[in-house]
C-alpha cells in the first residue's frame, strides 16, 4: 500500500508537488472539493501533467463517481492511471461528466484550452482550490517552485518531564533572502493541529530556536507527543529546512539528540537497530500527509530477510503511532538490524530507545535507496581515488567511553558489504586496521572501536576517529552508498547515543558520480561550512571534527571557528590547524571564554569555517561534570 508520489531523484533534488498537495493548509479545502465534487455527479478528469496518481494517493478518488480520465498528450493516451484508460481529452463531450476535475495547479490556462470541450452544464474545477494563501508563497508567479515548498517536519514532545528543542539558523539570509519567516504547525499523536504560528527570522544568519516549553506555555497546552511542522517563507539558495534536535529532560536523563528529518517520505528505512538486554526500542510512525496511514501499511523485517510482519494498525492524517519493535518482530537482539517498510507515508522517522536503567536516546534510520545498482568501476577507482568512499565517525576517549561501529546495508542492491574499518590517532597516523570481509547483508557483527584503538596504543584519555571503507580482497558489490551505525556509552552513568550516516569521497580535486559532493555548488566540494549549536545553561555544547581525505590534500586544515549570537554577529573567533586524517575535539565553554559564552547567549551557535578542505563534524551536548551524568551525539549539518 505505498503511496504512488514522487517525493525526490538523486539526479534533480526533491519535487514539490506531493507537498502542494499534502500541505496542512491544503487539507481542508481539499475537503471541500472532494464534497462539490460528490454532490455534482459523476466526475471526469482532465490530467494534462500526469498529476492524477498523486492526487489520488494523497487525497483518495476512489469513492468519487468517476466517469472517465483524459489526457493531452497524444503519447499517453491508452495507459492506465488511478485504474482508468487514458482518453483523448477531444472525447471529453460525450463523458456525461457532470462535473470535470483538472488535476493540475496554475490551470486557467489549461481550463481555457477545453472549455469549449465541456459536457454541457458541467463543472470546471481545478487544483487551484488547495492553494496556500499567496503571502506564504515564496514566488507567487510559480507555485510548484521548490523555494515555495521550503518544508519539514520534526519530532516533538512535551510531557512528564521531557522536552524538545529545534535549532538552526536563517541561512537563507545568507544566500541573499531578505524577510524570512516560519509558519509552524504543532500536531499532537492523533494529528489534531493544537497551534499554529509565524515566526519572524531574525537577520541573516540569526539563530532560531524552537522550545516545546516555551511553544506550550505560550499556547496553554497539555502535554503532547507529535510532530511539528515547518514551512520557510521567502527562503532563497536553500530549499532544504536543516536543524538540529535536541530531546531533554528535568533530568538528565533523556538526553540526546538528532537532526532534520529529511523532507522527502521513501519507501524503505534501514538501520533501525533491535533492542539490546533490558532496551525496549520503539519506532516513532508519524504521517507526513493529511491522509490516513492504512492498517497493513507499515511493516517491519529483519535486515536480510523476507517474512515482513505489517503494523495492524490506522495511523491519522498528520497523526503519531509509537511502535514497540518488539510488538512485530518479538526476540530479534542487538546488533541485529531492521528494515522498514515505509510506503512513502513518512519522513525518515525517530526511533527511542529506552534501557532499563531509564536513561533514553533518539536517534534515525536512515533512506534504503532503490535506485542503485552494483557499480563495478568502483573497484577500479583506488589508483585514481585512492579510499574513494570514506564514512568517518569519532573514536571518544576510551577512559570514558565505548565506541562500537556496526555496518548497515542502505539499498536494496547491497547483497553483501565488503567493509574494512581503518582506525587513526588525533595526528592522523593509522594506529589499526581491520576487515570485516564481505558481510552478508542479514549480518550482525559489530567492531569494538575502543578495544581496538587501546590494542593499537591509543591513550586512555586520548582520541581519534574511525574510517569505514571498501574492502575488495574478496570481491563484493559496491555501489557507493556505504552506511554504518555508531553508538558510545559513558562507562560511568551508563547513559549511551548513537548516530548513523553514508560515505562520501572526501578532498580529491578529481570527481566521480558527484562526489567530492558540494552543498552549494558543483563537485568537488573543498570547504566546510557546519553548524554547532550552542548549549544553554547546564550543558556544554561539544564537537569532534574529523579531516578525511581519499588522496593525499593539503598537510594542514585552516579551521575557522566562530562563537557566533542569536543575531548571527560574531563575538569570538579562534583559529585551529587539524592534520590530514586526523581529528580535534572541542566543547564550547571550553575554547570560548565565560564572557563571551554569556555574550552569545542560548540561541548562539558556533559557526565552522574552512576554506581549504571538507571536514566531517560530530556535536552533542554534556551535562553534568565532563558529561559525566549524561551526553548526546550525531553527525552535524552543513548550509
Given at each position: 500500500m505505498a503511496l504512488t508520489i514522487e517525493t525526490f531523484s538523486n539526479k534533480i533534488g526533491g519535487f514539490s508537488t506531493f507537498k502542494a498537495l499534502g500541505h496542512p493548509l491544503a487539507a481542508e479545502p481539499a475537503k471541500q472539493l472532494r464534497a462539490k465534487l460528490e454532490a455534482a455527479g459523476p466526475v471526469a478528469l482532465y490530467d494534462p501533467t500526469g498529476m492524477a496518481e498523486a492526487v489520488n494517493a494523497i487525497h483518495d478518488l476512489s469513492g468519487l463517481d468517476l466517469c472517465g480520465l483524459f489526457v493531452q498528450d497524444v503519447e499517453t493516451i491508452g495507459d492506465t492511471r488511478i485504474g482508468l484508460q487514458a482518453q483523448p481529452v477531444t472525447d471529453l463531450a460525450s463523458s456525461g461528466a457532470k462535473a470535470v476535475l483538472i488535476t493540475a495547479f496554475e490551470a486557467e490556462r489549461l481550463a481555457d484550452q477545453i472549455r469549449h470541450l465541456l459536457p454541457e452544464g458541467a463543472d470546471l474545477m481545478t487544483l487551484d482550490a488547495l492553494r496556500i494563501p499567496e503571502d506564504m508563497q515564496t514566488n507567487p508567479r510559480r507555485y510548484l517552485d521548490n523555494l515555495n515548498w521550503a518544508t519539514n517536519f520534526a519530532f516533538f514532545r512535551d510531557d512528564e518531564g521531557r522536552h524538545t528543542r529545534l535549532v538552526t539558523a536563517n541561512y537563507w539570509g545568507g544566500y541573499g533572502a531578505e524577510k524570512v519567516e516560519i509558519w509552524a504547525c504543532l500536531f499532537d499523536a492523533d494529528g489534531r493541529r493544537l497551534a499554529h504560528w509565524r515566526e519572524t527570522l531574525g537577520p541573516a544568519n540569526a539563530g532560531v530556536v524552537f522550545d516545546s516549553r516555551d511553544v506550550r506555555a505560550r499556547f496553554d497546552l497539555g502535554p503532547f507527543a507529535g510532530q511539528l511542522f515547518l514551512h520557510v517563507i521567502g527562503a532563497k539558495g536553500h530549499d532544504i529546512v536543516k536543524y538540529a534536535l535536541d530531546t531533554y529532560g528535568d533530568d538528565n536523563a533523556a538526553l540526546s539528540c538528532t537532526h532534520d528529518a529529511n523532507a522527502w517520505p521513501a519507501d524503505l528505512y534501514a538501520g533501525l537497530p533491535a533492542p539490546d538486554q533490558g532496551e525496549r526500542v520503539t519506532l516513532w510512525v508519524q504521517n507526513s500527509h493529511p491522509a490516513p496511514i492504512p492498517k497493513g501499511a507499515i511493516g517491519l523485517r529483519r535486515m536480510g530477510r523476507d517474512q515482513t510482519v505489517w503494523l495492524d494498525r490506522e495511523v491519522p492524517p498528520f497523526g503519531s503511532y509509537p511502535l514497540d519493535v518488539a510488538d512485530l518482530l518479538p526476540g530479534l537482539a542487538w546488533p541485529e538490524q531492521i528494515e522498514i517498510e515505509a510506503g512513502k507515508h513518512m519522513v525518515r522517522p525517530r526511533y527511542e530507545i529506552v534501557k532499563g536503567n531509564g536513561r533514553e536516546r533518539i536517534s534515525h534510520p536512515n533512506v534504503e535507496r532503490v535506485d542503485l545498482v552494483d557499480d563495478p568501476k568502483i573497484r577500479t577507482l583506488?589508483?585514481?581515488?585512492?579510499?574513494?568512499?570514506?564514512?568517518?565517525?569519532?573514536?571518544?576517549?576510551?577512559?570514558?567511553?565505548?565506541?562500537?561501529?556496526?555496518?548497515?546495508?542502505?539499498?536494496?542492491?547491497?547483497?553483501?558489504?565488503?567493509?574494512?574499518?581503518?582506525?587513526?590517532?588525533?595526528?592522523?597516523?593509522?594506529?589499526?586496521?581491520?576487515?570485516?570481509?564481505?558481510?552478508?547483508?542479514?549480518?550482525?557483527?559489530?567492531?569494538?572501536?575502543?578495544?581496538?584503538?587501546?590494542?593499537?596504543?591509543?591513550?586512555?584519555?586520548?582520541?581519534?576517529?574511525?574510517?569505514?571503507?571498501?574492502?575488495?580482497?574478496?570481491?563484493?558489490?559496491?555501489?557507493g552508498w556505504l552506511h554504518g551505525l555508531f553508538r558510545y556509552t559513558d562507562r560511568r552513568s551508563g547513559h549511551a547515543a548513537e548516530t548513523s550516516f553514508g560515505a562520501h569521497m572526501f578532498n580529491h580535486v578529481l570527481t566521480y558520480k558527484g562526489e567530492p559532493q558540494s552543498y552549494a555548488g558543483k563537485p568537488p566540494g573543498l570547504s566546510t561550512r557546519l553548524f554547532l549549536r550552542i548549549g544553554p545553561d547546564g550543558y556544554d555544547a561539544f564537537c569532534h571534527l574529523i579531516y578525511p581525505v581519499s588522496t593525499e590534500w593539503k598537510a594542514t586544515s585552516r579551521t575557522e571557528l566562530t562563537l557566533t549570537d542569536g543575531q548571527g554577529q560574531a563575538v569570538a573567533s579562534e583559529t585551529v590547524e587539524i592534520p590530514a586524517g586526523g581529528s580535534f575535539r572541542f566543547t564550547q565553554r571550553g575554547l570560548f571564554s565565560a564572557e563571551a559564552c554569556a555574550q552569545a547567549g542560548a540561541d548562539g551557535y558556533v559557526l565552522i569555517r574552512d576554506t581549504t578542505c571538507r571536514l566531517f563534524g560530530y556535536h552533542g551536548l554534556m551535562a553534568g561534570e565532563r558529561g559525566a551524568d549524561s551526553f548526546s551525539l550525531d553527525h552535524m549539518f552543513g548550509f
Open positions: 583506488e589508483d585514481l581515488m585512492g579510499k574513494g568512499y570514506i564514512l568517518p565517525a569519532p573514536i571518544l576517549p576510551p577512559a570514558d567511553y565505548d565506541s562500537v561501529a556496526l555496518p548497515t546495508p542502505m539499498s536494496t542492491a547491497q547483497t553483501d558489504l565488503p567493509t574494512q574499518a581503518v582506525l587513526y590517532d588525533a595526528g592522523g597516523r593509522e594506529i589499526a586496521r581491520h576487515s570485516f570481509g564481505r558481510l552478508p547483508r542479514d549480518h550482525a557483527q559489530t567492531l569494538d572501536l575502543r578495544a581496538l584503538a587501546l590494542e593499537a596504543g591509543l591513550g586512555a584519555g586520548e582520541y581519534g576517529h574511525a574510517e569505514l571503507i571498501y574492502d575488495f580482497r574478496d570481491g563484493g558489490v559496491a555501489d
